[in-house]
């Protein structure tokens, strides 16, 4: 059902909606969102939160995260939707 809402958006709903869900979801701009997000999910699991073991996610996670995305937008979005690629590297400068 989702693909064929994504499918019925224009070229630029797409490219904004790759570029909102990566920036949320990615999180450079926020490492203390990440870090509450973790704390809580330590929290809820019964585990200690470790500082450190929280810090080094949030160093690490959002870059690979981010390089997963990019490889799936370049490689999959090329073929699907050129022009929404285009719009999407416009959007992205």
């Known amino acids: ?21 990566t920036d949320i979801f990615v999180g450079f701009h926020s490492p203390d ?9 330590a929290e809820h699991l019964g585990l200690p939160a470790s500082r450190n073991t929280i810090f080094f996610f ?8 981010n390089t997963i995305f ?7 979005l090329s073929r699907l939707s050129p022009s929404a690629l285009a719009t999407l590297k416009e959007m992205d400068e």
Request: no cysteine; charged share 15%; net charge neutral.
């Open 70 to 76: 990019k490889y799936w937008i370049f490689r999959y």
């Open 1 to 21: 059902m989702l693909p064929t809402i994504v499918y019925g958006l224009s070229d630029s709903a797409k490219a904004f909606l790759i570029i909102l869900f």
């Open 33 to 41: 969102g990440w870090e509450v997000l973790l704390e809580g999910l």
């Open 58 to 65: 949030i160093a690490t996670f959002p870059v690979i995260l």
